[in-house]
Each structure stands twice: as C-alpha cells, then as structure tokens.
C-alpha cells in the first residue's frame, strides 16, 4: 500500500524559515515525480512547486527565489526549504505522488506564518 507523509510543518515567525519533507513508501509503480501543493482557507488548493524523476523542478511565481525542492531519491523523500516566509504562505501543504497509473496524496502538514 502506498503512503505519502508529510513532516515538518509549524508555527515561524515573518521572515523565518521551515523545511518540510515527504516521504513516500510502497509503490512498486514507476515515479514520476512529486509535488507540493498548499491550500488556504477559504481559497482552492494551488500548486507551489514539483520535481520530476529527472531533477528538474518548477515553483509558482509566488515562491520562486524564496522557496527550494529537492529529493534524495535512495529514501524517495522530497524537501521543500521555505525561506524568507510571509503571512500569505500560511496554508496546508500537501504533498502529491505522480505515478505511471495514478496520483497519490498525503493528509497535509499545517504551516502558519504569524508574529
């Protein structure tokens, strides 16, 4: 059974930093890539950043040069470094397995970026 976990998620002050991780275990399908998405309240969920199984990556306008995505592909774990935070970054993130048969996702970690 294949399962997405989020990790790393919090509380951090304007200007602070956070990493998250995500794991992912289980899947004997073929990788495509994973994703971190985030959703607001009030707000549909957006898509901030994705690494392909190649390594290249892509981030909204709203996080480029602020935040990073990176993989360590031995643990099949991704990592989104969140610099220079802003009270707009507060949402869920979600992070998003691409499989060659279907998406999968995991609960969400919350972050909140608050003085």
């Known amino acids: 059974q294949v399962q997405v976990v989020e990790s790393g998620g919090g509380l951090v002050q304007p200007g602070g930093s956070l990493r998250l991780s995500c794991a992912a275990s289980g899947s004997r399908l073929a990788m495509y890539g994973m994703a971190w998405y985030r959703q607001a309240p009030g707000k549909e969920r957006e898509l901030v950043a994705y690494?392909?199984?190649?390594?290249?990556?892509d981030y909204a306008d709203s996080v480029k040069g602020r935040f990073n995505i990176s993989k360590d592909k031995y643990k099949n774990t991704v990592y989104l470094q969140m610099n220079s935070l802003l009270p707009e970054d507060t949402a869920i993130y979600y992070c998003?397995?691409?499989?060659?048969?279907?998406?999968?996702w995991g609960q969400g970690t919350q972050v909140t970026v608050s003085s």
């Open positions: 998003k397995l691409t499989t060659n048969v279907r998406d999968y």
């Open positions: 690494i392909r199984i190649n390594g290249y990556a």
